[in-house]
């Protein structure tokens, strides 16, 4: 039998939901590169959602390092930089795709994987002659690669300090949905493009095969982005299949359920842990950290799907990650098991 | 109603077999980034069908201008040069791709959209020092831009002269299946893979909702090429996805049967245009481009959906394509409205 | 002895005059990175012989490929392309810089090396959509590879096509020097800068052992163009250098009095070659090839240093260059020996 | 009159020798883009003095950025790195150039501006799968940013780390003269050879107008390197010009001289600092760094040209550089002036 599985939120394929939406499709024609109904139809949800003004552009691309690459690249020019955390996807998980397409990245250690208004103003510190790379865009995640999420303070005050220094300000939502979701989350909807220039909403990772919704809202991103898209080989011929995935992942807000669920399951899970003795990082999302000594380390290593995320002396750090299909018997298999040790 | 198409041959979603097919798949725990099983079936399936040795390495992309530039930009460096017909995809539909990766193209006329040894020798008559880029790779589409197919002379004539210059070959195979189902087609399944380094073949136009088979047979393209995909945001999460697709699309020889049912379509539509005094260029595969005036032209464009190749004093050049999905009835539509013209 | 040279114009060091001039700054203490007294003074004399606007910026890089590269990768996107005839430096001699940059060339074929406004019309008649790279720029070179010079009215033309379709003009004046002071020129000094938004006056093929200087006349080039030098590695520490260069040949207009020589002195060297029976390529500026047979092009060879343009079924091609060190006894070492034969 | 400078090591044009070398070639006709005598005669010196294999081949360049780049490009592939220490020139002054050509540096804190064995291995550690940039050189500075050497062991050390994790080490070597001359320096002439892929030898901050000598050893650098030279716009058309440079400075061992006496007034300018009651950090080179307050800072601003190297709570860390043209009254005048304090 499979082991129960916590490793990521990308190992199922898609909500049932988002396969029986497409049954109906199969022979239907459309325009191609997503020109289709679908696509705009997915767009106006997400206008609605997060209340962005209706001149906002949404494109539809495959994958977040894609899109992330996309982004980055087309807004800066061959001296210009992006500030990132050291702990940035970008920084650390992406091949050096940023850099392949020609920039460099900034980074500041941050707290808890964020950025924040000082981290900007002590980059922008060292910066200014030609010698020096000039910062146009900071890059966050939300919720960030470990977890965390901003508050609606934190999200501000980097705002401020993008504009103070004439930055822009581009957040990666691969899991936005988790931190959206948060109970300790404060952001509105509406923050989000009120704060950042652009941001997308992850699919890869809450229930769709693939794709992640790119939300350019500041008109800097508006001209022909479709035409970077093509040139950094990103433009999906059938383009409404993507739009077709988000269309129905939107419906009835089905997208911020399974949101909500793979965090109250990190929740149920981080209790469980607790209840044995063990200390896991606290996490408003999906995504739980545990150290371990090294024979617990072991044994549940064996008996279940989880990530190695450090080996260290005192045994390991695991990641443990919950999503729309992780269901309560998970954690009531991890429970039984670590009673049994 | 909708209109008949003929607009091109990714306007529908994918094949009802491929979609039942992943219907008992989508709550299983898979693995990562194309380290999953069906991808491996699907790897195994081309390589028999092709009868590729067992070294080939085979990666599933999302698009075909996506796959044209990861495979030609993990090969050159940036002095070197990618030599195409001037028609080729890379040189004209991918919005700068292969440059924006750090590459130029070197064109020569060809011959109907194709290649051929002479042109090569032609292009390599004029490079050699430091002051022009030099030539690594050879690119061709099979079947071309024009619905074209290579013989298997013409191949093999290309592979010599690839080897004579120190060259590699690599086939864009976005619609291979057409051309390898060509009734004039005589290349084996085997050549491909004799005369190419490298080559792909196209899920996108014959049935799939997107996926590229990238087929890797010289070993020079073997070095940490998952790295490469990454780094040029090629790389899906769910990797697995697009194995699911092309296994499914690979049992018992579905997606040649779909390649074969185009062409055969597009020989009665050529047949239709004919019967009715109009004089098609001739097409083996499932492209047809057809000269008309500029009355029957606007009636045709109104009637049917199709592509404006170009607008001329006799009229138009149109090009109707046929899919998997076309249908008897959409040439007796044709063929009714040429009648009553 | 030395062969007499008609091999190119950049054989010599440099000219005596530019020598002199540094024998008395060995010892002077300059503010690196172009900030320096001699390049102001180099500037002022640019922006003055050419009438251009105050706010006009100069920079003076290394070389020619270089400065073609710089110029044009800062303006374009990657999405975005330059057209250039099919014969430019840029798309022929330039071991893809340009596209190693990240740029597509869009060739025309133009006609005798210049590109024309309808050939700008026809180039353009072809892009539009996102699958196809974005024009922004027209590349030409004013003496142009093969010796040819641009009329105003060519210019004119050129210029307005740039405008009906929204493109910038550059101009490659690697040979300018002998562009304007050529017999056939009508263009005017404020001409340049009126028709062009940026051009350079080649240094190394006029008397300067390297140094080209760079005018951008556009203030969208103005924006931390020295941030862009940098970061593609043409900045030079001892920017006074090439200031002091361009300081000490624009005195007196020496700069254009070379020029003017190596001209007037490719006119008896054509009349040379007519007195013998042979039939140059009639050249306004200091290239000028020549079609000999098979004998006779051995022993010119054997006898004068000059370049093998192209061996054909004729003979040879063959191309002579006169430079700012040219001497009448060169053409006379040449006139007794075609005499002689 | 003109304040002393101690701004830094390339405020003057070139030494007088190297003027006078030119004198009698003005005159001569060369080959073009490196092909002539002087350039071969230059790298003869360079493959004597430093003990390499015939095969090595060498390059004249135009600048430090610019050969940085040229050589890191040429060794990775898009998804490789380069190891730098976070302090190394590459990573915080040449305005993202490494990245810009499309490569990541991943940075170590490293110990005195050097990097050390160990801190390779942690670098390694955190590599190894396709979502991270595989390294593939590692980058180093003799002497560093900050003026310290590598001692013979820390070479050996770096030289062992990069073969056991199969990395080739470049050496950037602007200051490779005040290095191998510094009273401290174990290194032999024969080590650099011995210990690194590739170097380069720094003309521009030792007494020559511009130029950096390229020395490539392992034979991985050797395939087409013009080539890419010319595609990164750093090829030069009178590349003899650098070959006289180099050919001049080399002549009795100049370079080193002239090397020897930056460090010795560097010295002697570190005595008088401490003299006076001052703590530069000891320097082995022609770079010192000194704390001072406030009104000493501003004081010794005002009279001498230095460079400001931070500004802090307890007053100013002043950077002071000695050069090939530093005379002992520049040294005295300092001291004069400290006294007057």
Chains 1, 2, 3, 4 share one sequence.
């Not at 497409?22 to 959602?49: F, P, T, W």
């Not at 906002?56 to 020019?77: C, K």
């Amino acid at each position: 039998m499979a082991k129960v599985s916590f490793r990521n939120d990308y190992a199922t394929l898609m909500h049932p939901n988002v396969y029986r939406y497409l049954e109906d499709k199969l022979d239907v024609i459309n325009d191609a590169y997503g020109n289709d109904s679908y696509s705009q139809s997915a767009k106006q949800r997400i206008i609605e959602k997060f209340g962005l003004p209706e001149t906002t552009e949404v494109y539809f691309l495959a994958g977040g390092t894609q899109t992330n690459m996309v982004a980055i690249s087309y807004i800066l020019r061959d001296f210009e930089a992006v500030i990132a955390a050291s702990s940035g996807h970008i920084n650390v998980h992406e091949s050096g795709a940023v850099e392949a397409s020609g920039h460099k990245i900034l980074t500041a250690p941050g707290k808890d994987g964020k950025l924040r208004g000082e981290d900007i103003d002590e980059v922008m510190r060292h910066v200014g002659d030609e010698h020096v790379v000039a910062p146009e865009l900071i890059y966050i995640s939300n919720a960030t690669e470990t977890g965390t999420i901003y508050t609606k303070e934190e999200l501000r005050s980097l705002h401020d300090a993008a504009r103070r220094h004439g930055l822009l300000l581009f957040m990666d939502g691969a899991r936005l949905g988790n931190a959206l979701m948060s109970d300790e989350n404060d952001l509105a909807f509406e923050d989000i493009g009120h704060y950042c220039d652009a941001f997308y909403l992850g699919g890869t990772k809450n229930g769709l095969p693939l794709g992640e919704a790119l939300v350019l809202i500041n008109p800097v991103f508006h001209h022909r982005f479709a035409n970077h898209i093509k040139a950094r080989g990103a433009m999906l011929a059938k383009g409404y299949f993507v739009g077709m995935l988000f269309d129905a992942i939107l419906q009835d807000d089905l997208y911020f359920s399974l949101a909500k669920h793979a965090n109250d399951l990190s929740s149920k899970l981080q209790e469980a842990l607790k209840s044995h003795g063990l200390n896991p990082e606290p996490s408003p999302t999906n995504q739980v950290f545990v150290q371990v000594d090294d024979e617990l380390g072991k044994a549940l290593i064996r008996e279940f799907s989880c990530e190695i995320w450090e080996k260290n002396e005192k045994g390991y750090i695991l990641r443990f990650v919950t999503s729309y299909r992780s269901k309560d018997s998970d954690i009531e298999a991890l429970d039984l098991f670590l009673q049994a040790q």
